[in-house]
Each structure stands twice: as C-alpha cells, then as structure tokens.
C-alpha cells in the first residue's frame, strides 16, 4: 500500500522520550476504533516510528463544554463541537524508528513550509524504497516533531518489523495476528531458543495452547531439540480442549510420530489413553540426591534440620543414603547419631517422611536399567521428549523427577560446551536444548531458587546451549533475578498488580505496556515482548486446531478428500480454541 495515499489518524501534539506520545485524533476519526495494543506508526520529518497505542482518552477544548454539555439527541449541535470544541486522544510508545539514508540537505527545513513538505515526501519516498530484508530498525533515540502524522500500520510495516514466516533467511514462526488485521507476527525461533522464556497468564487463559504453539513451531523448525515435563499430560498425546464443546487436540507426537518420543511415569495412564509407543520411566532411590530431596523439603515437610542431617547420611553412605536410612531401626538410628553427631529426631523424621516415596508407582529400590541415559541418548539423537506423569502429577513428583533428570543432563551438557569450546569441532557442538516445565515459580522460588538446578540454567543464559521454557500463573513467584534474564515473555491476561509488575522485570519504559497488558482479553490474545520480536505486540494467538495440523504438516493430514478437510477444520474451529 502506498504510505502517503493512506488516510492520517491524528497528529502528534505533545510528548517525550521517556513519557510517549499525545496524539490529537483528526475529527473524521472515531475514537472507538482506537483500541490498547494497537500497532501504529508515525511519519516524522526524518525518521519513521512505530509505535502501540497505550491509552485512549477524550479531549476538550473549553470548561463550559463540561458545564453546559449538549443533550444526545442534539446531533447537529453534537456535530458542530466535534472535532473544535471536543476531540479525542490517544497516546503511543515509540518501540522502533527507521531513518533512510538521504542527504542532510534534503531535511533543512529553516521553517519553511515547502521544505518541510518537501523533506516529509524525501523521507517517504526514501522509506518506500526500502525492502525489508534491508531495512535496519533501530532502538528509539528521539521523537517526531510536532504536528508529525499518524498513520495505521499496513501488512507492509509488519513485514518490515517482524518479517514474515517462508523467510529462508531466518526461521520466524506466525505466533498469531495483529488485534485488527489478517497478517502473520513472526517471532525469530533462533532467537527464542538461544534464551530462556516464559509463558504467563492467569488459569483459564491458553497458557498451554500457547506452549504448545511454540513447541510445534520450535520442532517443525528445528531451532532446538525440547524436553517437555508434561505435568498433565496435554502436550505428547491427546488432550481435552478448553472450548465449551467436549473435544480434543492432538498432541506432539501425533504431528510429528518420527521426531517425538514419549515417556510415562504411569504406564496404564498412556495406555488407557491410547498412547502408542509410549516407553516406561523408572527412577530408582541411588540416583536421588540431597539437593533434590531439598527442593522437594516443603511437599515432604521437611524442615532445614532435617536437610542437614541427610547430608550427613550422603556423606557416610554415597548413593544409597535413602535405602540405608529407610533400613535403620531406631536403635541404629541412636547408634548413627551418636558416631557421626546426627541429631536422633531429626533424621528419624526423614526416614518417615521419605517412606512418601515408596507409594510412587515410579519409584524402585534399585533400577537395572538407566532410564535417564535411555531420555539423554534420545535427545543426543534429536529427538524431542516428552515425559508424561499420568496419575502422578501431584507437585512432588513432579518437582523430584524433574529436578533429578534435569540435573544429570545439565550436567552432560556442561561437558559437551566444555568439549566443543576446546575443540571448535562444529561435531562436538550440542544441541541446542530447551526444557520445558509448568508451575515454574515452585522451582524458582526466591528462597530455593540460588541452590536448584533450573536456577543455574535461567542465570546461565545460553552458555551451556539449555535453556528454559517456564510456563506459569504466578510470575510474581519467580526470583526477581531470574525474572529479569528471560528473554522472551509471552503473557495472557493478567489482574494480579503483582503479576503483572513481574511481567516487566528490568524492562525500560513498562508504564504503558502495563495497561495493555491489564486490558487484554481473557481467550486468544497475548503481549509478545522480548528477545525474540523486534518491538512488544499484541496479538490474537494463532489457533491450534484442523487448519494449523495441516500447515504444520500432520501426517494424518495427506490424503483425505478435500470436503473432509474442509469439514474438519470448520468443527475444529467452531469446537476447538481457548
């Protein structure tokens, strides 16, 4: 479309750097059709921005207005104060600016009006020529000038700022669209996976429909080889839909059976689900250490005593330290206690607490096989794992299985880095690993937080190529530090203050985004901000259901005639959703 034929919303009136822009909506405009999270861009003499609308306000131009207002079926005299006497507002956060390369002389403007114009038609036309695998977006240093125009973006501005999903160049993913146009927002995978990342919102708002958006796009482009914790099941095999109509949505390993493995902790849970070639996960007591029995100590109500004294026991016994202590009568309880200076109650109340453990249909006494190897070769192959809890999905086991695998990984990838950092061999290089874990703020809680493992990984960064994909209601829960090096946030509705305060965690100029993020809608819209989008951006999240399969390439999908198709898609949509 061409930039200077459109129609101009308002013009620039008042503002600063720091504060945003006011803008004075032209009469003919309707200030119903300015919605938060708009995406808007201004023309300024030298420089383009692209800007959200923030707030929307309505303006006056005299007291006696307010005073003496004229009565609704008045619309003559309506119509006469609208646009002089009454006037709305709106206010926009510059997020970009581009300025094209022209010469200096061309914006020597000396306060004459046809060199302005003609300056502000350089500019356009400058801008025009540009093509988006050219143009270079900068970080906002200034703001237009007054009386600057504002214009509704076009499929072009997107394209330009967050390119579009064929791109051979980079491997963008459609997360969704714009609040009120039909065009794809990418986000860059190579640049979400490179960081942890974090979905957030309230219950009931699609946080899993939107993990699992990412998941899909993330393994159809390769970016990253994922380990998902699927706490309940929603994300490897079948899961219900949270429309109003009793359905379901497939699962990974339905849209991609060669690149997907799925493991159970619960055997005849997947297999009452119809789960195929889903493999059993044992753990057995020698592979559990102290630090996970620690992040475990409030499901088990342990208490710090208790925690030192199971240090003592792993310093005498190494690994089976669990099943030596779940052996000790009281007597060789007193006996230990009195030889290694353990405290007697203290560890008489860890043999009781740890029993919990003996009722866990996962857990054994010992383990012939090594089922965290069997998940770490699978990864080494790049496949993508899913481990399903089935009926043990209370918090501690899914905080100790989770612990315990991502601790020995971790750890294997720290030797792998190490390895490829000596060696520059391009083989040696891991994959890059993205692990996946809901109720996050149980694992990065501020008081445990400095002694898990997925605190290690969140402050790491890339460092060791793992990163983290936390998936939580309750980000205020999450250590402010921790918080503050995800890279990418994508957040549905929020009303908690605090929640939404974490949301923006060292993030500059959060004042406005706050509001948008306040106002969303409770289904299908999110804010993307962060690492991998060049600007904050509200979206209407991209469906997950018949047509999404196909576009993803479900092998289910080829064959079938195209009525059937057609047919199923309409059910999906009408049926399917958040």
Not at 47 to 64: K, P
Not at 128 to 148: G, Y
Not at 387 to 415: A, C, K, P, W
Not at 458 to 480: C, H, W
Request: net charge negative; glycine share 6%.
């Amino acid at each position: 479309m061409n930039f200077i034929s459109r129609q101009p919303l308002g013009s620039v009136i008042q503002g600063s750097l720091t504060g945003g822009l006011e803008v004075r909506l032209h009469p003919d405009i309707l200030v119903e059709d300015m919605r938060v999270g708009k995406f808007l861009v201004v023309q300024g003499v030298r420089s383009r921005f692209f800007c959200m609308l923030t707030d929307v306000a309505l303006g006056i131009s005299n007291q006696r207005i307010v005073a003496h207002p004229p009565s609704w079926e008045d619309t003559f005299m309506r119509e006469i104060l609208a646009g002089s006497g009454t006037y709305g507002t709106i206010n926009l956060a510059p997020m970009l600016m581009f300025t094209p390369e022209s010469n200096e002389s061309d914006f020597n403007v000396d306060g004459k009006s046809a060199k302005l114009k003609a300056a502000v038609n350089t500019s356009l036309a400058s801008f025009q020529a540009q093509t988006s695998t050219t143009m270079q977006l900068m970080p906002v240093k200034t703001i237009p000038t007054h009386f600057s125009q504002v214009y509704e973006a076009s499929e072009d501005d997107f394209r330009r700022v967050f390119g579009w999903e064929d791109d051979p160049q980079r491997k963008n993913f459609s997360i969704g669209q714009p609040l009120d146009m039909d065009v794809p927002v990418c986000i860059d995978l190579n640049k979400f996976v490179e960081r942890s990342n974090g979905v957030f919102g309230k219950s009931g708002t699609g946080k899993s429909f939107l993990t699992r958006l990412l998941l899909a796009g993330t393994i159809k482009k390769n970016a990253a080889v994922n380990l998902i914790f699927d706490m309940h099941s929603e994300y490897g095999w079948e899961a219900v839909s949270e429309g109003k109509n009793l359905s379901t949505v497939k699962g990974l390993k339905q849209l991609f059976p060669s690149n997907v493995e799925v493991y159970t902790l619960d055997p005849e849970s997947a297999k009452r689900r119809g789960v195929p070639h889903a493999q059993d996960l044992y753990l057995s007591y020698d592979q559990i250490e102290v630090e996970d029995i620690k992040l475990c100590s409030r499901e088990l109500g342990l208490s710090d005593a208790s925690i030192d004294n199971a240090n003592i026991l792993h310093a005498e016994f190494g690994k089976s330290w669990i099943v030596q202590l779940l052996n000790m009568t009281n007597e060789e309880i007193k006996m230990f206690c009195e030889e290694k200076r353990g405290h007697q109650g203290s560890i008489t109340a860890l043999q009781r607490k740890l029993l919990r453990m003996d009722n866990l249909k996962y857990m054994r006494a010992a383990c012939p096989h090594n089922y965290i190897n069997q998940v770490m070769n699978s990864l080494e192959a790049g496949k993508n794992v899913v481990v399903e809890f089935g009926s043990q999905s209370d918090m501690l086991s899914y905080m100790l299985v989770t612990n315990m695998i991502t601790r020995r990984i971790h750890q294997q990838y720290v030797r792998k880095a190490e390895k490829f950092l000596q060696t520059k061999n391009p083989l040696d290089k891991p994959l890059q690993l993205m692990i996946t874990i809901e109720e996050a703020h149980r694992f990065l809680d501020s008081a445990i937080v400095q002694s898990t493992i997925f605190g290690t990984i969140a402050r790491e960064m890339r460092k060791y190529f793992v990163t983290l994909l936390v998936v939580d209601q309750r980000p205020s829960g999450i250590d402010n530090e921790v918080m503050s090096q995800v890279g990418t946030r994508i957040t549905a509705l929020l009303n908690d203050e605090k929640d939404i305060d974490a949301i923006f965690t060292g993030v500059s100029g959060a004042g406005g985004l706050k509001s948008v993020l306040a106002k969303l809608d409770s289904k299908q819209q999110a804010l993307i901000l962060g690492h991998a989008v060049p600007m904050p951006v509200v979206v209407r999240t991209r469906p997950y259901d018949a047509a999404f399969y196909e576009e993803i390439g479900d092998p289910d999908w080829e064959g079938k005639p195209d009525e059937e198709v057609f047919a199923a898609a309409k059910l999906a949509k009408a049926d399917l959703g958040f």
